[in-house]
DNA sequence: CTCTGGATTAGCT
DNA sequence: GCTAATCCAGAGC
C-alpha cells in the first residue's frame, strides 16, 4: 500500500483543521459492488474536542461519536435529519475525539455507476454535498468505524495534487463554532 | 419515558 | 430562497 503512504503519514502527523485543509486534492476511492468509484475531494470541514458545534464537543464519549475517539484514519459515519448520511475520517490519536467532514467530491473513477447511482440528477450535482457523495458511491453505512488505513479497507485515499488556491470559509448548518472558519474549499478552475 | 433539534437535501416559488 | 421530509441521539423529567 504504499499508494495510502502519504495519506497515512497526512494523518498521524498533522492537527485536525491541517488534515481538512491538506485532504483537498486526494483522491476518495470506494471499491463497490459495481466497481470502484470516487473522486477528487474538493471540499471538507474540521471538527475538534474543543468545538462546541462537534459530535465530541468537550471529550464526551457516546454511542454514536465513539468512532470519532479511535486512531487517525478511521471512519466515522452517522446519521442526520431523519434521511441522510455523512462521511467523516477521524484525526488525532487514539482517546481524543476529532474528524474532518468530507463535505464534497469532483467525480472521477467510475463515472457510469455514479450515474446509475443518481438518477435524475445534473452532473454538477451528483456528489456536491456531504450526503449526496454516500449516495453517489453507496459507500455504506456499515464502514462506520473501521479503519482507512488497512488495505482490506474498501474505502482508501490517495494523494492525487496539491491545489494552488484553497478558499477558507464559516462552517454550514451549524448553530454553535461559527466563529471557527475551519471549512475549506477547492478553488481551482481546473481538477 | 418523552421531547427537541440537527455537521442535509430535494423540490417548489 | 424557503420549507417539508423524517428519525435518532441526547438531555431533561
Request: charged fraction near 20%; proline fraction near 6%.
Given at each position: 500500500?504504499?499508494?495510502?503512504?502519504?495519506?497515512?503519514?497526512?494523518?498521524?502527523?498533522?492537527?485536525?483543521?491541517?488534515?481538512?485543509?491538506?485532504?483537498?486534492?486526494?483522491?476518495?476511492?470506494?471499491?463497490g459492488?459495481?466497481?470502484?468509484?470516487?473522486?477528487?475531494?474538493?471540499?471538507?470541514?474540521?471538527?475538534?474536542?474543543?468545538?462546541?458545534?462537534?459530535?465530541?464537543?468537550?471529550?464526551?464519549?457516546?454511542?454514536?461519536?465513539?468512532?470519532?475517539?479511535?486512531?487517525?484514519?478511521?471512519?466515522?459515519?452517522?446519521?442526520?435529519?431523519?434521511?441522510?448520511?455523512?462521511?467523516?475520517?477521524?484525526?488525532?490519536?487514539?482517546?481524543?475525539?476529532?474528524?474532518?467532514?468530507?463535505?464534497?467530491?469532483?467525480?472521477?473513477?467510475?463515472?457510469?455507476?455514479?450515474?446509475?447511482n443518481?438518477?435524475?440528477?445534473?452532473?454538477?450535482?451528483?456528489?456536491?454535498?456531504?450526503?449526496?457523495?454516500?449516495r453517489?458511491l453507496t459507500i455504506p453505512?456499515?464502514?462506520?468505524?473501521?479503519?482507512?488505513?488497512?488495505?482490506?479497507?474498501?474505502?482508501?485515499?490517495?494523494?492525487?495534487?496539491?491545489?494552488?488556491?484553497?478558499?477558507?470559509?464559516?462552517?454550514?448548518?451549524?448553530?454553535?463554532?461559527?466563529?471557527?472558519?475551519?471549512?475549506?474549499?477547492?478553488?481551482?478552475?481546473?481538477?
Amino acid at each position: 500500500m504504499c499508494n495510502n503512504q502519504s495519506f497515512n503519514t497526512l494523518i498521524t502527523t498533522h492537527a485536525t483543521v491541517d488534515v481538512a485543509k491538506e485532504l483537498l486534492g486526494y483522491e476518495l476511492i470506494f471499491y463497490g459492488p459495481n466497481g470502484p468509484v470516487g473522486g477528487i475531494i474538493t471540499e471538507t470541514e474540521a471538527y475538534t474536542e474543543d468545538d462546541p458545534a462537534s459530535h465530541a464537543f468537550n471529550g464526551k464519549i457516546t454511542k454514536r461519536n465513539a468512532p470519532m475517539f479511535l486512531a487517525a484514519g478511521h471512519l466515522y459515519i452517522y446519521f442526520i435529519y431523519g434521511i441522510h448520511h455523512c462521511l467523516n475520517i477521524v484525526t488525532e490519536k487514539e482517546g481524543v475525539g476529532a474528524a474532518v467532514l468530507i463535505r464534497a467530491l469532483q467525480p472521477t473513477i467510475g463515472i457510469d455507476i455514479i450515474k446509475k447511482n443518481r438518477p435524475n440528477v445534473k452532473q454538477k450535482d451528483w456528489l456536491n454535498g456531504p450526503s449526496k457523495l454516500m449516495r453517489g458511491l453507496t459507500i455504506p453505512v456499515n464502514l462506520n468505524g473501521t479503519n482507512a488505513l488497512t488495505s482490506d479497507c474498501p474505502l482508501q485515499l490517495v494523494f492525487r495534487r496539491k491545489p494552488t488556491s484553497i478558499q477558507t470559509l464559516p462552517r454550514i448548518g451549524i448553530s454553535k463554532g461559527m466563529d471557527r472558519l475551519w471549512r475549506f474549499y477547492y478553488s481551482d478552475k481546473t481538477v
